[in-house]
């Protein structure tokens, strides 16, 4: 049960962390490191990223997030599944 909380939760932050770097950069203001948005995937919230990047429309154009983010999320969802049923 933790587990899916703590997917739940850093998904919602990866999604809110690409909102908060979609506006930034409309404001020409401080952006958020692209180094800290993979981060934040890698440790699981690739999936929220994903989504995040499709909704607000932002690093779409960076090939790297456009292929590797979808990739990540699968094998998230992948590794959750796997946790919650084989493992527990």
Known sequence: MLL???FIVINVIAFMVMGID???ARKHKWRIPESRIWLIAIIGGAIGATFG???FRHKTKHRSFR???PVLAVIDTGLL???KFFVS
């Open 81 to 83: 599944i796997w946790l």
């Open 4 to 6: 899916i909380i703590y």
């Open 53 to 55: 990047m499709n909704f």
């Open 67 to 69: 292929f590797f983010l």
């Open 22 to 24: 979609k506006r930034k």
